[in-house]
């Protein structure tokens, strides 16, 4: 029963705030620089065998993360970076471009747009090239909140109008990608498990998009 009150607040909540509020984003741009461009390509290239001469995307996968700590800033400072840092030598071993993602989430539910959503970023192995990610402040030792979960919906929901979305998944679901078509990882052997954000998070998120029917496999 308080299960079932709890969804049927949060469902209340979502579609007042979906309804009275416009959807709003705040633009926090990262440097794309020209060599941050090279690298993408150089990316895109070397790991998918896609040759462009812009490093954009056609969205088709939407991806949850979470940040596993930290601040908007911080994080921001940190996927700013044209370059990864030394440590993250698993990651480096294949590409030098840094990570990123083109949104990233407060804990109050406030949306940073870091990057247009059809510009490449570095955050899922193996579907970059068709994936669109939004970071979220939190670690599981840190929850995500519900601010979060209605704001992920919402955006979701706004990017969903903008592109042929078809899939939303956690970052820790991109694996059950790896037998399929959508998969165009170039090295069998790259490839790292992930947590996050959560499986009651992605649930809370789903249930609040239920109706645009996106798959959470291929």
């Known amino acids: 029963m308080k299960k079932l009150i709890y969804v049927l607040f ?6 007042t ?13 990262i440097d794309y620089s020209t060599e941050r461009v090279r690298l993408s390509l150089e990316y895109l290239k070397s790991h998918y065998n896609i040759t462009q001469t812009s490093p954009t995307i056609l969205p088709k996968i939407i991806v949850l993360h979470y940040t596993a700590g930290g601040t908007v800033d911080t994080n921001y400072k940190y996927f700013n970076k ?19 993602s083109q949104y990233i989430v407060d804990r109050d539910g406030t949306i940073y747009k870091l990057m247009e959503p059809n510009m490449f970023a570095r955050h899922t192995i193996g579907l970059n090239y068709c994936a669109i990610g939004i970071e979220n402040i939190g670690s599981k ?3 995500l909140t519900e601010k979060q979960v209605l704001a992920n919906a919402q955006l979701v929901r706004h990017l969903t109008k903008q592109y042929h979305i078809e899939y939303l998944i956690g970052h820790s679901e991109y694996g059950i990608f790896r037998e399929s078509k ?3 990882e170039t090295d069998p052997n790259y490839f790292t498990a992930k947590d996050d954000p959560g499986k009651d998070f992605m649930k809370k998120v789903r249930l609040l998009v239920t109706d645009l029917h996106l798959k959470d496999r291929p």
């Open 10 to 15: 949060v469902l209340i909540t979502f579609f």
């Open 17 to 29: 705030k979906a309804q009275t509020s416009e959807f709003k984003t705040i633009n926090k741009p």
């Open 82 to 100: 044209t370059h990864l840092e030394s440590a993250r030598n698993v990651l480096k071993k294949q590409s030098t471009l840094n990570v990123s």
């Open 141 to 143: 030792s840190q929850p």
């Open 182 to 184: 959508l998969w165009k």
